[in-house]
């Protein structure tokens, strides 16, 4: 049976987020949805897959009982659940950015629809930045964006304090599914910035509705599930995942003397101390052992 991914979010306020996890917790399991549901007094994010009539069912639910307000979400479909279980998080923000002052619920940038994104793309008084982390950015961007060099969303107000001088050029900003650059949007408003753009449905919005062959996006998109990545056409990429940092990797990663399967990779193997290095070849070894 084909099941159907729904990527989510909504930016709003939410009273008692744990009355809500408290009937939305046992509908997904009930259902057979797995995936994972952020919730804050900020709003609701994550991704879950399931039957289609399971899915449609919630969508509903979220959007006349948590949101009130009609919910923009990212579908797909894939043979097998890319989740292993159901999990309802209860969290400070949904998208964490470490600043309390911003939301988006009050001053956000000005939305761009996916169709319209090349006009924004090919517009040289345009800066387009891309607010992802950097192991997101290796594997696939828009052409000619601008990297934060960020290893998580924390570390973007940094990046916005080193613009302060180019608060008046036309800013634009995407991410996977929007929600990052939403915030980022509000957060550089609240900081000065004059003319601020972000992509609607970030980068799934994107592959879904633009066509490939009019598509400005190069490589795979990394998405936070067992798929890894994914290709314009939104099936599973090439990819696939490191269990020691987590990172994509591709074939020429799994082919270096450093990677081993279930441990280590070459990025991880590299930035790792001495001590956990002794522990990796540890456990190659005892892998090495076990397969003799």
Known sequence: ?????AALYHFCHISRPE?????????????????????????????VCGPQDGIAELIQL??????????SWKSAYHLNNPFRRMKVKLKKEIVTIGQCHVDPTKVVGEYVEPEMWNNILTDKDI????????????IGTFKDAVSPNTENFREFPDYVKSLHSKKKTKIA????????????????LLEGFETVYHLKGGILAYLEKVPQADSLWEGECFVF????SVD?????????????????????????????????????????????????????NQIDLSSQ
């Open 1 to 5: 049976m084909t099941l159907q991914i």
């Open 19 to 47: 009355s809500v996890k408290a009937w939305l917790l046992p509908f997904c399991t009930a259902n057979d949805i797995k995936g994972t549901l952020l919730l804050a007094k900020e709003g609701i994010n994550g991704t």
């Open 62 to 71: 979220i959007q006349t009982r948590v949101i009130n307000d009609s919910l």
């Open 127 to 138: 800066t387009v930045i891309d607010t992802r982390n950097d192991y997101e950015i290796a």
């Open 173 to 188: 900003m995407f991410c996977t599914g929007g929600i990052r650059c939403e915030k980022a949007s509000s957060l550089m």
């Open 225 to 228: 599930d067992e798929r890894v």
């Open 232 to 284: 314009h056409q939104l099936k599973k990429g090439k990819y696939k995942q490191c269990y020691g940092c987590r990172r994509p990797i591709n074939e020429k990663d799994m082919s270096s003397p450093f990677y081993v399967k279930g441990v280590s990779c070459p990025y991880c193997y590299h930035s790792t101390t001495t001590k956990q290095k002794m522990r990796f070849k540890e456990r190659q």
